[in-house]
């Protein structure tokens, strides 16, 4: 994800100058070579103590991230960061409102409601082209389990994996979730399971208004990324389709057959992660209203805890019964 | 139905004699003129008192089901009954069992399974395409309400109208239903509610192995009869599209657009009625197994029975609750 | 074609009464089975000698066409007759002429008219959904080669095989054709060529109003009988598509792959030979004029005419050229 | 064009560092505001000058080519130019000569070939997908005709427009053209006529071995930018179909319609643009051998002239009676 950001800030983002990167691991003389013309450091506090820097782009592992963000609200920083904010939703809280007192922008990388598609469904939606809604289905598949020592420390797969589906229902219906309903196994690999998560769900959430979303989850489709919404309306209905590697279609004695979807995150989703981090340059340097709020981050994390405990407890779970908490 | 199922008998069934028709409103000229050399009566009794008829084909209101049954029973046909058997899942256990008793077969109306696309879905599974499945999603929409007046006397959305599903689910996986949640609502009409019915529901199954089904029933889809499964394994998924009312797909200015789907259950379902009539006959000629049988009807409609249940109790029944009452 | 027929007339048209069926070679007491009630002859004569029969159906070889016709004509009988009428053009416009002044109906069977998609896509051009048309693109390509016996006594392929393009193109445009320009090879099959003959070809038509028609025809494609139409207008363009053999869709780590078309004229076709013949008991029923009338099948024998002349000489052929030798 | 070629050697191509750029009517000021460090001139002869630079890219109009690639020859500069290289053949043909003369590489700009869709296509036609081809079809429209201005000093459509397709048939059969007819009207514009030039056309090949390509294009297609090649060989067909908008499906009352195909040529080719130009370079920095060749021009064109004398008389023209007159 950093070398995505770094790409686009590089090339292809004019309102925003690159003025450094750091990275704990990389080594300076090859970083030089690639981007000649960006201070670089191991050390990111050297990072945050320039004064030219107006904002951050902070893509670290989950668990550092309170830290860093720590570091750059009190370096008056204005930051991105990848989701999730912190596993904690405390935590998440904690300091969504610690960025407000300072006066510091902090948004987080729900990339998805960037993607041209799934913008234009939410722009049909607006117009009301398919009347009220009443369904909306995600099916968000990946192509392949990650390393299981990755989802040791991944926060479980609703906050890991489905907290973008939770974030997109709500961009979708621009509704709020208020009961949660969660099934989810380990179909997979037995290892997921002794890690105590899952690589298999479905979710059912129940908006404010009464309607539904349906969300099924699975770490991996042999066939490709699975990256479809469908979304279902008094007026009709609105499918958004998977984005396939060509538009060749093979004709042969045994099969009709066409490429497959995009198989990675990287590609499928290239161009909403610069139209996300373009987003908040333009937020920055307008002043704007960021194109995702704090409320979206709460509520998000939010569903993703009820789900948990809904998975828990076998039962419908009111997103109000987590928030209470706090 | 009872008219679909009479042209099918009178014309495309070679190995059954279509000796005479039953109904209580229809006028006998009428229908010696359309029907000729079939015999016809107002009053059934007459029909089921003629010793050369061997089986009977039910099409009458639900609430008439037990009562015409049990008649035929006693008369040793060999019964064909649109489903449902009965709203009352003790009736209907009842029913099969008398059926038993007397030797006599009878076999109820899950046309789908006989539609060529879900049977071709069926058979790619079995034959291992996608290996094991691990989520099946059914999508079945109507394109209208019916009058609440038939909704009232329906037994409601679960009984009447994803009895399909359910039973689409267990024909598809091969597997019994463990565990049912379902949410629903009456969001096309008011009187629906009023008629303390729902018109839109999603349920989640849990089969006997941890895996899941999907349902989500509108009784009103504009674009017309929806009627799509999708079932992913951990080879790969089966897509089961809608079919269309042909295929010309028209390019301009604005969009290029093609046909909705066929819009009514006759049209769609045409070729299933036929077949599932056809397999009734078959396994009586041959004495042998029926494609449906007892336990599919008890099954499904114990599904259904849990569903509303779920709905009520707004937690995840087992199937096990309901069938323990019996 | 002619068991197609037969079981049409047999059970799906009620206009029509099936008196007697006449095959040289069938045996009578097996059509007696499958046909109770229907007088069967291994003579025509005998059948044509029937006072009580008012029409006739001639599915037998071309070279058997003409006698046939003269005999039912001077019976007084109404006539369907399978493309071609006959190999020569002065015999067809004969046995046109001839019919004409006995005030016998003589219709034959471009059934492809009748096909719902395509008669679709007709009413679509009517309406004016995509303005002009500038050019027709017409796909034909048979799934297998016939035997080669079978090519011999065929008329070539153009008066065989793209003689049905012909008529489309004029069934669609509503236009005539006024010169042809034909390229032809036998890429298939050796002795498709020793026949004098070619198995793939592409015909340019250009109609009286200078817009276009491009045709290509392969008497083999492996993937199945690809029957496509493609019609562009200065409004827009409509696209006939295949019909598949089913709507399945199967995801796999290889592809996505979808079922192939309809493999063989009877299944593609079913509905526009019912259709075509329903339209003939229909004109005769009703006193009304046929929906293939004598120009259309002059019109496309003098286009299959040109296109042979075009072929042998590699020039534009204009039909006139044809016409004025009659 | 070279605003799209400029922006890509600005940024996107790693292995040519882009030295100065020359237009005749840019404003400087602007210019060095856009692309910061590089140098500008309105005076292309300053830069041919500047001994630093070993390669040019030529993006003017057609007229000017020879003038600029005279002079780019002499100051022994490699040369990237749009087709057509010369709207005369033994210009173009001169011009080639005096190049490899030089020792000069001379390039031009057949972009589809760098389509990833069609290239992909031509590997499965390498990959003996579907065996040995029998026919290509290719559908080129453009959106809307160009200012007839334009058009006037455009060489023609076949110069113009359909060079693109006679390279894409050569490119995909890797065979070369032997005769060619061509049919050509003005229908969407009378100016088009009178200014002795047509708007729509269709071209048939007849490549050396026999086989067959159709061609037909458009300069309007109301429904966008028609791009789509059908490639039908004897073990099967490729279909490389149009590259819509997005993948939104929208179902309503009336039809199930997508998002039109990429309107313009700089969003349906913009990655062939840049795989072009980085062909171009990478065969200049490896010394390799040129993605398109002397040949490739050469033979591109002749096609274009042939098919101008087929329009003009009528008839089947053999590329060797254009050749042959060099």
């Known amino acids: 994800m950093g070398k995505i950001h770094l790409r ?5 983002i004019p309102d925003a100058v690159l003025v450094a990167v750091s990275d704990r691991f990389y080594e300076r003389d090859k970083f030089v070579e690639e981007y000649p013309g960006i201070a ?14 107006d904002a ?28 999730p904010l912190d596993l904690s939703l405390s935590v998440t809280i904690d300091l969504l409102k610690k960025a407000e007192k300072r006066g510091v922008k902090l948004m987080i990388g729900f990339n998805r409601r960037f993607d041209p598609d799934f913008s234009k469904a939410r ?12 369904v909306i289905k995600i099916t968000n598949r990946d192509p392949d ?6 989802i040791e420390h991944s926060g479980g797969m609703f906050m890991d994996f489905s907290i973008h589906d939770f974030d997109m229902a709500r961009y979708i219906s621009g509704k709020e979730v208020r009961e949660v309903y969660a099934r989810g196994m380990a179909f997979i690999d037995k290892r997921v399971e002794e890690a105590g998560d899952i690589d298999t769900c479905l979710i059912n959430l129940v908006f404010e208004d009464d309607t539904y979303a349906l969300i099924d989850n699975s770490r991996r489709a042999v066939y490709g990324y699975d ?3 469908e979304i279902f309306g008094d007026k009709g209905m609105i499918a958004v389709e998977n984005n396939l590697y060509n538009q060749n279609v093979i004709y042969t004695q045994s099969s009709i057959s066409q490429a497959l979807p ?7 989703y290239e161009t909403s992660y610069l139209l996300e981090l373009k987003g908040f340059v333009n937020a ?3 002043d704007a209203e960021f194109p995702i709020l704090d409320k979206d981050i709460i509520s998000a994390t939010a569903v993703a805890y009820a789900a948990r405990k809904s998975l828990k407890e076998n039962r419908p779970v009111l997103v109000s019964e987590i928030m209470d908490e706090w």
Chains 1, 2, 3, 4 share one sequence.
Do not use: M, W
């Open 123 to 134: 722009d049909s939606v607006t117009k009301n082209v398919i009347g009220d809604i009443q």
């Open 227 to 229: 990256q479809r919404i």
């Open 56 to 83: 951050v782009v902070i893509c670290t592992p989950t668990s550092t991230h309170a830290e860093l963000i720590e570091k750059a609200l009190e370096a008056g920083k204005h930051i991105f960061c990848e989701k």
């Open 145 to 150: 389990l990650p390393p299981v020592g990755f």
């Open 8 to 12: 686009h800030l590089y090339q292809a």
């Open 284 to 286: 920055l340097v307008k």
């Open 262 to 268: 995009l198989n990675n995150f990287s590609e499928r």
């Open 40 to 53: 670089f450091s191991n050390d990111s506090d050297e990072v945050l103590a320039q004064p030219e820097i």
